[in-house]
């Protein structure tokens, strides 16, 4: 769990951004201030939705994304599953993740296992893996060590 917050505040370091942990106003959780270019989290979220919400704000940055606080439009939305995606390929290792499925595929297993919120287990299996004929493939990482889990094949 500690490691993963510390690759993402290296990843926002890369990136050039400051991640500031505080109390946030009304139902806003996290956001992103490119001008600023610091990413705010509500401090009072559990160690696990802070790096889910750090994960994705930290998508919304590498993809270059406007400031989107209620998308209503299908871009804004699709910019909103863009930033899942990424974050769900941040938060989980694939190979743990194959480790874990073998042993129990359920979701909440999964997520609890993983130390991730529920959502980037729906979003990784339905956007980061294809299944063939019995065989999972994982499609790349995004950012920082994205080729990390890469297996040399003879
Ligand atoms: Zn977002």
Not at 40 to 47: K, Q
Not at 49 to 55: M, R
């Amino acid at each position: 769990m500690q490691r993963t917050m510390q690759r993402l505040l290296d990843m926002a370091n890369a990136l050039g951004y400051a991640v500031y942990f505080c109390g946030l106003r009304g139902d806003l959780l996290a956001c992103t201030v490119p001008a600023l270019m610091r990413i705010f989290i509500d401090s009072r979220l559990t160690d696990s939705e802070q790096q889910g919400h750090l994960a994705h704000e930290l998508g919304h940055v590498y993809h270059d994304h406007p400031c989107i606080r209620h998308p209503q439009t299908a871009n804004e939305h699709a910019i909103e599953r863009q930033a899942d995606r990424f974050a769900a390929r941040v938060l989980i290792d694939p190979i743990r993740y194959a480790e874990l499925e073998s042993v129990n595929p359920d979701q909440h297993y999964l997520a609890d296992e993983l130390g991730v919120p529920i959502e980037y287990v729906h979003v990784y299996e339905a956007h980061c893996l294809t299944r063939v004929r019995g065989v999972t493939y994982t499609h790349a990482r995004e950012g920082v060590g994205q080729w990390a889990h890469r297996v040399e094949v003879a």
